[in-house]
């Protein structure tokens, strides 16, 4: 199991853990927020999206959600870890922040724990198989009866500076007193960690060669060339060379 699906489990545990029964929240308060989300859908070009916790799903997003950010099936945007395991590799990072900003709202006073806003960017793999970036302002919005996370709202916007070599950041702050809580940046630039021999091999591996072939091509020997398939795999975060020139082609390694 890789980091991205460690912190995806993570997170989906620590929402398992925390129950909301129906007979704890009230959905005539959820459907006061409706007319400001259309609003904000009418009046900006940010993607809303709502999460009702005691369903376990969405309880409102933005029309356009699918073709804005380029995910096709909506029955899968309903799978938070199939969207959570969507994010680049490296950018795990956003799920462990999540993690611990929930963790830390709930070891505050009920009263207080709606004045916290968690934003974050990352990098996501859509259906069009392309990675894009994105930034997310994500509010509470609402408590159960027992003072738990029922009802948020994330703010979906593209960043516009579209750098996927660029790790994911995360910055946990209190609303009304702007204080900054914690931040947390993912790895630096995968480019600049992959040797030019590395690259060489990666783009002989794209064109279908396998290590014996690359190893003639490049005059190098057959182990050195293996060597060089686990050191990027290493480096990209990925299990096999196939997702390895995925990856790298999205980042624009290749």
């Given at each position: 199991m890789n980091k991205l699906e460690e912190s995806v489990k993570a997170h989906n545990a620590n929402i398992q853990a925390n129950v909301i029964k129906p007979e704890y929240v009230d959905y005539t308060e959820a459907e006061k927020h409706v007319p400001f989300f259309k609003m904000v859908d009418s009046t900006t070009t940010s993607i809303v999206v709502s999460t009702d916790y005691c369903k376990n799903n969405y309880f409102y997003y933005s029309e356009n959600i699918d073709e804005a950010l380029g995910f096709h099936n909506r029955m899968s945007l309903m799978d938070h870890n199939w969207f959570r395991s969507r994010f680049h590799p490296e950018d795990h990072i956003i799920n462990v922040a999540a993690l611990k900003a929930r963790e830390f709202i709930l070891e505050q006073a009920i009263e207080n724990r709606k004045d916290y806003k968690f934003t974050f960017e990352f990098r996501i793999l859509n259906d069009e198989n392309k990675y894009i970036r994105l930034i997310v302002q994500n509010f509470i919005l609402e408590l159960d009866k027992k003072g738990s996370i029922w009802l948020d709202m994330k703010l979906f916007d593209f960043s516009p500076i579209q750098d996927l070599n660029k790790?994911?950041?995360?910055?946990?702050?209190?609303?009304?007193?702007?204080?900054?809580?914690?931040?947390?940046?993912?790895?630096?630039?995968?480019?600049?960690?992959?040797?030019?021999?590395?690259?060489?091999?990666?783009?002989?591996?794209?064109?279908?060669?396998?290590?014996?072939?690359?190893?003639?091509?490049?005059?190098?020997?057959?182990?050195?060339?293996?060597n060089h398939r686990k050191n990027l795999m290493t480096k990209l975060n990925v299990t096999n060379s196939s997702e390895a020139v995925g990856i790298a082609k999205s980042l624009g390694i290749l």
């Amino acid at each position: 199991m890789n980091k991205l699906e460690e912190s995806v489990k993570a997170h989906n545990a620590n929402i398992q853990a925390n129950v909301i029964k129906p007979e704890y929240v009230d959905y005539t308060e959820a459907e006061k927020h409706v007319p400001f989300f259309k609003m904000v859908d009418s009046t900006t070009t940010s993607i809303v999206v709502s999460t009702d916790y005691c369903k376990n799903n969405y309880f409102y997003y933005s029309e356009n959600i699918d073709e804005a950010l380029g995910f096709h099936n909506r029955m899968s945007l309903m799978d938070h870890n199939w969207f959570r395991s969507r994010f680049h590799p490296e950018d795990h990072i956003i799920n462990v922040a999540a993690l611990k900003a929930r963790e830390f709202i709930l070891e505050q006073a009920i009263e207080n724990r709606k004045d916290y806003k968690f934003t974050f960017e990352f990098r996501i793999l859509n259906d069009e198989n392309k990675y894009i970036r994105l930034i997310v302002q994500n509010f509470i919005l609402e408590l159960d009866k027992k003072g738990s996370i029922w009802l948020d709202m994330k703010l979906f916007d593209f960043s516009p500076i579209q750098d996927l070599n660029k790790p994911g950041i995360a910055v946990f702050s209190n609303k009304i007193t702007r204080e900054i809580i914690f931040t947390m940046e993912g790895k630096k630039e995968v480019e600049g960690n992959i040797s030019q021999r590395e690259k060489q091999v990666l783009g002989l591996i794209a064109e279908g060669l396998r290590s014996k072939e690359i190893a003639e091509r490049l005059f190098i020997s057959s182990n050195t060339v293996n060597n060089h398939r686990k050191n990027l795999m290493t480096k990209l975060n990925v299990t096999n060379s196939s997702e390895a020139v995925g990856i790298a082609k999205s980042l624009g390694i290749l």
